[in-house]
C-alpha cells in the first residue's frame, strides 16, 4: 500500500537547523510530487512547498523560501525538508505528503513534531 | 497570493443535521479546490478534490460544491465520526494556500 514514512521527532534550539525524512513506498516515487505542510500546535495547516521527485524541481512559500531546502534522493524513494534558523515559531508538526502534478495531495506521512527551545 | 477564507471558524450542531461550511477565495480558482478532514490527533484525509468529485471510500453524505470564487463543503446528516477540523485549499497553482479550518463539533 501507499505509504509516507516520516522520521522521528526533534528537539532543537533556536538557530539550529533541522532535517526531516519522508520515504515512500507501494507507489513509483518519481512519478509524483511531494508537498511538505507544517501545523503549529493548536493552529491550522501552512503550505510549506513542493519538490518534484523526478526532476528535483523546487517551489517554495515565499515566506519560507530563505529558510527551507527540499531535497530527495530517488535511489531511496525519499524526501527531505530542511529547515536553517529556527525559531520558536516554528515548533509544530511536520508533515509531507505526496501529490500528482495539479492534483491535491492524496496521501500524508504521520507527521514528525520539531521543537525549538533554548 | 490568494487567500483562502472560511466560515464559520467553529459549528455545534446535532447529530443527524446538515452542516455547511463555506470557503471563499480571494480570486478566482475555477474549480481547483480541495477539501480536508482532520479527526483530533489524526493526519488530514483528502475528501473531495475538484470542488465536488468525493474521493473513493469517502461516505455519500459529504459533497462539494461551487466554483469561481465561491465553494461549500455539505455534510447531509452529521454522524459523531464527522467530528474534525475541515479545511478547504486552492491547488490551482503555488502557494497551495489552505483555509483557516472550520472544527464541527456535536451539540
Known amino acids: 500500500q501507499v505509504q509516507l514514512v516520516q522520521s522521528g521527532a526533534e528537539v532543537k534550539k533556536p538557530g539550529a537547523s533541522v532535517k526531516v525524512s519522508c520515504k515512500a513506498s507501494?507507489?513509483?516515487?518519481?512519478?509524483?510530487?511531494i508537498h511538505w505542510v507544517r501545523q503549529a500546535p493548536g493552529q491550522g495547516l501552512e503550505w510549506m512547498g513542493w519538490?518534484?521527485?523526478?526532476?528535483?524541481?523546487?517551489n517554495y512559500a515565499q515566506r519560507f523560501q530563505d529558510r527551507v531546502i527540499m531535497t530527495r534522493d530517488t535511489s531511496i524513494s525519499t524526501a527531505y525538508m530542511e529547515l536553517s534558523s529556527l525559531r520558536s515559531d516554528d515548533t509544530a508538526v511536520y508533515y509531507c505528503?505526496?501529490?500528482?502534478?495539479?492534483?491535491?495531495?492524496?496521501?500524508w506521512g504521520q507527521g514528525t513534531l520539531v521543537t525549538v527551545s533554548s | 497570493d490568494i487567500q483562502m477564507t472560511q466560515s464559520p471558524s467553529s459549528l455545534s450542531a446535532s447529530v443527524g443535521d446538515r452542516v455547511t461550511i463555506t470557503c471563499r477565495a480571494s480570486?478566482?480558482?475555477?474549480?481547483?479546490l480541495a477539501w480536508y478532514q482532520q479527526r483530533p490527533g489524526k493526519v488530514p484525509k483528502l475528501l473531495i478534490s475538484a470542488a465536488s468529485t468525493l474521493q473513493s471510500g469517502v461516505p455519500s453524505r459529504f459533497s462539494g460544491s461551487g466554483s469561481g470564487t465561491d465553494f461549500t463543503l455539505t455534510i447531509s446528516s452529521l454522524q459523531p465520526e464527522d467530528v474534525a477540523t475541515y479545511y478547504c485549499q486552492k491547488y490551482s497553482s503555488a502557494p497551495r494556500t489552505f483555509g483557516q479550518g472550520t472544527k464541527v463539533e456535536i451539540k
Open positions: 507501494g507507489y513509483t516515487f518519481t512519478g509524483y510530487y
Open positions: 519538490i518534484n521527485a523526478n526532476s528535483g524541481g523546487t
Open positions: 505528503a505526496r501529490a500528482p502534478g495539479g492534483v491535491p495531495a492524496d496521501c
Open positions: 480570486q478566482a480558482i475555477t474549480n481547483y
